[in-house]
């Protein structure tokens, strides 16, 4: 079964900087885009980033400019740089396929950002 674990979250003031890591438990060079995404309370989850197997990035339009989503296929790794954290960014934050599959949610890593 394909895992999917994400970490490096925490609490960060506004301008701040994360790193997010997911780590998949098979090869990620096979799959043909990967993406992250986010969920706030009470909101729907949304896609912040996807990366496709030949590298190609695309970004929500709240987070251009502040995040870059790269992947490390010896690794199985997918990350998501955040810069320019704003409160607005405070959500539970997941990695996933591009389109996501059901399945495939882990528990995400909770990033908090204070004002």
């Known amino acids: 079964q394909v895992q999917l674990v994400e970490s490096g979250g925490g609490l960060v003031q506004?301008?701040?900087?994360?790193?997010l890591s997911c780590v998949?438990?098979?090869s990620i060079f096979s799959?043909?885009?990967?993406?992250w995404y986010r969920q706030a309370p009470g909101k729907q989850r949304e896609l912040?980033?996807?990366?496709t197997s030949n590298g190609m990035a695309?970004?929500?339009?709240?987070?251009e400019g502040r995040a870059i989503i790269f992947r490390d296929n010896a690794k199985n790794t997918v990350?998501?740089?955040m810069n320019s954290?704003?409160?607005e960014d405070t959500a539970v934050y997941y990695c996933n396929t591009?389109?996501?599959?059901?399945?495939?949610?882990?528990?995400?890593?909770?990033?908090t950002v204070s004002s």
Do not use: C, D, H
Not at 48 to 51: E, K
Not at 98 to 111: K, S
């Open 14 to 19: 506004a301008g701040g900087s994360l790193r």
């Open 24 to 26: 998949v438990s098979r």
């Open 31 to 35: 799959i043909s885009a990967m993406g």
């Open 48 to 51: 912040v980033a996807r990366i």
């Open 58 to 63: 695309s970004y929500a339009e709240y987070v």
């Open 79 to 81: 990350y998501l740089q």
């Open 85 to 87: 954290l704003k409160p």
């Open 98 to 111: 591009f389109p996501a599959l059901n399945n495939f949610w882990g528990q995400g890593t909770q990033v």
